[in-house]
């Protein structure tokens, strides 16, 4: 039997284990970097499949190797995400979440799952093909700094160094049974800003008397658009947008104060750098007009993620070969960010995209709600498909 029909056997045959391990998940999610009883119900799973081996990293993180022959030769990286959203699942279905407030919203209960899956296919053909096999179980990818730069920084790419790394999302937009990749750029760098625009209270018949924030603040929101609209260069997608306001001030009360929080995104880490400044420098200027202060604070998230281009070709290549040539399609660059961008700052990787959606089913709910939810037939194509991108590049 084809080795490709032989993964696709072995997928098929796991699949009602699959569904339930992926319940499990589901139903005992843990926030970023707390992420203690799934790492332990992680390791046991691969214990159970004859992994024995781990190596903890970044505390609640873990890796392991799964050996085949000639294990020196290519190595080959596979990451999976465990930390569920501090969202309360309205969901109801019979693995609903069993903790309050916390919720797999975007997911990562699928990519343990799948990589649980993919392990135990690897594992079961180690001697049918030559390399090895680097599973990497990471926590917090939904919490600044991002587990995967504390992953990195604790050793996970070392001892054996993995010559290219692959990883898997759910994406709801997709159809299930089909795939997405793209070459080169793909998901945005993410920061997160914080302003304070500091007046002097006071009644709202007297403004006279007072320094009042908020039409400053909504001054320095019109202005900070033109770091998009006049200041980017149209070529390089950027998006800036301020989420949350904050003045509690009342009908005839000027506030102290107005908070304000939001997100710049980018593919280009110069312009990146110089839009800080431009952010920085607006907020001074503004201020100064108005004799008001203006505090900002520029959080730098996740880096943009770059695809591999020829890894991913080939990733491409061989999902037509699993699934079919229509059953893979190519994604537009996506202003979303995602921690996998670290380890493709500092080696060929390859994040391609796995279809949720079932219409028929009403499984439509995007990430990061409290409804979404997933086509279970998934978990079989996830794992079957992460374990033959491993070999196809093992044997590349």
Excluded at 79 to 88: F, G, K, S, Y
Excluded at 97 to 109: E, F, Q, R, T
Excluded at 235 to 244: A, S, Y
Excluded at 354 to 372: A, D, Q, Y
């Amino acid at each position: 039997m084809e080795m490709i029909d032989l993964i696709k056997k072995l997928a098929s045959q796991l699949q009602e284990e699959l569904v339930n391990k992926r319940r499990h998940l589901h139903a005992n999610p843990e926030l970023s970097f707390e992420e203690y009883k799934t790492s332990a119900y992680l390791k046991e799973e691969l214990k159970k499949i004859g992994i024995q081996h781990f190596e903890p990293k970044a505390n609640t993180g873990f890796t392991a190797i799964i050996e085949g022959k000639n294990p020196g030769k290519k190595i080959v990286a596979l990451r999976a995400d465990m930390d569920a959203l501090p969202i309360t699942e309205l969901n109801e279905i019979p693995y609903k979440s069993k903790n309050i407030g916390v919720m797999h919203a975007c997911g990562h209960d699928v990519h343990s799952t799948c990589l649980l899956g993919a392990a135990n296919i690897l594992f079961q053909l180690k001697d049918q093909f030559e390399g090895s096999i680097k599973l990497i179980f990471q926590p917090g990818e939904e919490k600044l700094p991002g587990g995967a730069s504390l992953m990195i920084a604790d050793g996970a790419l070392d001892n054996p160094k993995p010559n290219s790394i692959f990883g898997q999302h759910v994406m709801p937009f997709l159809p299930v049974g089909t795939v997405g990749f793209r070459k080169g750029l793909y998901m945005a760098s993410s920061d997160e800003l914080f302003f304070k625009v500091k007046g002097k209270g006071g009644h709202g018949a007297m403004p006279h008397l007072s320094l009042d924030p908020v039409p400053v603040a909504a001054q320095l929101i019109t202005a900070l658009q033109t770091i998009t609209s006049r200041f980017a260069n149209p070529l390089i997608p950027t998006v800036l947008t301020i989420g949350k306001v904050i003045a509690n001030g009342a009908t005839n009360v000027i506030p102290e104060e107005v908070y304000m929080e939001g997100t710049f995104r980018t593919l280009d880490e110069n312009w990146r750098k110089k839009a800080h400044e431009h952010i920085e420098r607006i907020c001074h200027e503004i201020g100064k007009a108005n004799s008001i202060e203006i505090e900002v604070e520029i959080k730098k998230g996740y880096p943009f993620l770059k695809n591999d281009e020829a890894i991913t070709q080939m990733a491409k290549e061989a999902a037509i070969a699993y699934l079919g040539e229509d059953k893979v399609v190519d994604l537009d660059i996506w202003m979303a960010s995602e921690d996998f961008a670290y380890y493709s700052q500092v080696m060929p990787a390859s994040f391609y995209r796995l279809g949720t959606r079932n219409e028929s089913k009403g499984i439509v709910s995007g990430v990061h709600t409290p409804t979404f939810n997933i086509d279970e037939s998934a978990l079989e194509i996830g794992s079957g498909l992460m374990a033959w991108l491993a070999i196809n590049e093992l044997q590349n």
